[in-house]
């Protein structure tokens, strides 16, 4: 079974600009959650989905939004990115009524 | 909130030597507990879980036992190899019966396997 794939893996944007980023979860899986990891702040989580809509969502600000898709495909969006933005963005899937989650490989945004 | 705090890295060993890394955790409820392992260049990997107090969580030789007296969850493995050389990091979800799934980690720990 293919595991979590996110697209694209590096990203380079300027100041200002804005960003999507796609993850595909494992198949079967409806539950796609986002996390930020910068060496700073360590790992901190975004926001969840399920059935196309947020169900937790963590302490960011409005610039960072996301949705699903009825497929389970997740995006995000990034607006008006900033220089602190620069991170590993992970996407990672989980089974109804699971609480392990699995992660992709990420993709790495720079902002310059 | 919840919280998780690791031990700082990095820590150093030899090849067949003792690991231990420690992990508590602060949360409401009784939360899932998680240690990922993240290799270079790569996102997590789901290394164990264990879901309630007295689960021993195992995998490639790694145990780790939920301690809710102590609150804690450390990681251990009795004989490390080169390739185990990684950022290991310690996680719990939130209170099951909110059916949230966001982890909250630990700051992670380096460890190095010297030949």
């Known amino acids: 079974k293919a595991g979590v794939t996110q697209t694209p893996r590096y990203l380079i944007k300027t100041r200002g600009q804005q960003v999507t980023l796609s993850c595909s979860p494992i198949s079967g899986h409806r539950s796609v959650s986002w996390y930020q990891q910068t060496p700073g702040q360590g790992l901190q989580f975004l926001f969840e989905y399920f059935s196309e809509t947020q169900r937790n969502k963590g302490n960011f600000p409005g610039r960072f939004s996301g949705r699903q898709f009825s497929n389970s495909r997740s995006e995000m969006n990034v607006s008006t990115l900033e220089l602190g933005d620069s991170a590993l963005y992970l996407c990672?899937?989980?089974?109804?009524?699971?609480?392990?989650?699995?992660f992709g490989p990420g993709t790495r945004l720079t902002v310059t | 909130g919840d919280s998780v705090t690791q031990m700082e890295g990095p820590v150093t060993l030899s090849e067949e030597a003792f690991l231990t890394i420690n992990c508590t955790y602060t949360?409401?409820?009784?939360?899932?507990l998680f240690w990922y392992v993240q290799y270079p260049g790569e996102g997590l990997q789901l290394l164990l879980k264990a879901t309630k107090a007295d689960d021993k969580g195992s995998n490639k030789g790694f145990e780790a036992t939920y301690r809710k007296e102590t609150t804690s969850f450390h990681l251990e493995k009795g004989s490390v190899q080169v390739s185990d050389s990684a950022v290991y990091f310690c996680a719990l979800s939130e209170r099951r019966d909110t059916g949230r799934r966001a982890l909250t980690f630990g700051s992670g720990t380096r460890l190095q396997v010297q030949p």
């Open positions: 990672a899937s989980s089974l109804v009524g699971d609480y392990e989650q699995y």
């Open positions: 949360a409401t409820g009784y939360p899932s």
